[in-house]
């Protein structure tokens, strides 16, 4: 750590541990009458360290920290993500309630690409009207949203949904992943962090896991030594990607959260392509972090 320019005292190791910020020990005997080492045997260890010492950096809290870890990959205890979880939605809350986030404006040239098509149905209209109420209570601008967006029609494209995305437009994928954050934001005012079962926590997380690193590979750039995926994924599209993967399992979408995992563990994420000229070019994915 402290070779990382992360110095960090044995007492404070102890109070990460007792915070949940760091695994418990495991304990080894040394035999009758020696006494026993206690020690980490988890393989990530380091990189789980480094990553709780930058978010307590960034944060200064362990809550927010936790929260962060989970999203990294990393297992913190349960009861502690649920209570983090909650203290998140009610600084939240305080921060809406006093105008401190700001709404999405609606792009100049968004009406162009609002129309699904020129087919007259039902479903056509109220995607389209869906579309429109996003930019008015859709939640503030995120940092860092247009690369969510960029990285998402990637991603979109690299699964077989190239069509489907190119087909509605950029402004209309941008509205949609508002609407999915939204559908996130009621979901977690209703306590499902606090409600799901801790089965349901930890699958959650597994297919959560999936698609994280599918992004990670997206990006084209390599997350930090020890870890699956860069705090910048786990801050900007982890908290919605998580409470979505939670709502489609308890609402028995299993079989939709299988095909998309078998989707993107299968899919080849090509690292450079051949230009226009005919000479290899750095991947356009290596654009979504600038």
């Given amino acids: 750590m402290a070779a990382d320019g992360r110095p960090v005292a044995l007492a404070e190791l102890v109070r990460w541990r007792k915070d949940g910020l760091l695994p418990q020990l495991a304990a080894q005997g040394l035999g009758q009458g020696r006494g026993k080492t206690y020690y980490w045997g988890q393989s990530d260890i ?5 990553a709780a010492y930058d978010f307590l950096a960034k944060y200064g809290r362990p809550d927010a920290s936790i929260r962060m870890l989970w ?8 009861p502690r993500l649920r209570r983090a979880w909650l203290h998140h939605l009610k600084v939240a809350s305080t921060a809406r309630r006093r105008g401190d986030t ?15 098509g020129d087919h007259r149905t039902a479903s056509s209209l109220l995607l389209e009207a869906a579309l429109t109420l996003c930019g008015v209570v859709g939640p503030g601008e995120e940092k860092g949203s247009p690369a969510v967006i960029g990285l998402i029609e990637h991603a979109c494209a690299r699964l077989g949904y190239g069509g489907q995305a190119s087909r ?3 402004a209309a994928v941008a509205r949609l992943w508002s609407l999915v954050r939204m559908i996130g934001t009621s979901a977690q005012a209703g306590h499902i962090i606090a409600e799901a079962h801790d089965a349901q ?16 590979d997206c990006t084209g750039d390599t997350p930090p030594e020890g870890a699956a995926w860069s705090a910048w994924l786990a801050e900007s599209v982890g908290p919605s990607l998580f409470v979505l993967t939670l709502v489609l399992l308890r609402s028995e979408g299993c079989e939709m959260l299988d095909r998309i995992a078998t989707r993107m563990e299968g899919a080849k994420v090509r690292r450079r392509y051949v230009g ?3 000479r290899p070019s750095p991947a356009p994915a290596v654009h979504f972090l600038a």
């Avoid at 380091?46 to 480094?50: K, M, W, Y």
């Avoid at 700001?102 to 699904?116: A, E, K, L």
Wanted: aromatic content about 12%.
């Fill in 71 to 78: 999203l990294s990959g990393f297992v913190v205890p349960l």
């Fill in 102 to 116: 700001t709404n999405g404006h609606t792009h100049p040239r968004f009406r162009q690409h609002s129309r699904v």
């Fill in 276 to 278: 226009r000229q005919g």
């Fill in 168 to 170: 509605y437009g950029k």
């Fill in 46 to 50: 380091l990189a789980h360290a480094r």
């Fill in 201 to 216: 926590l930890q699958e959650a997380h597994r297919y959560f896991s999936i698609a994280a690193r599918f992004l990670q």
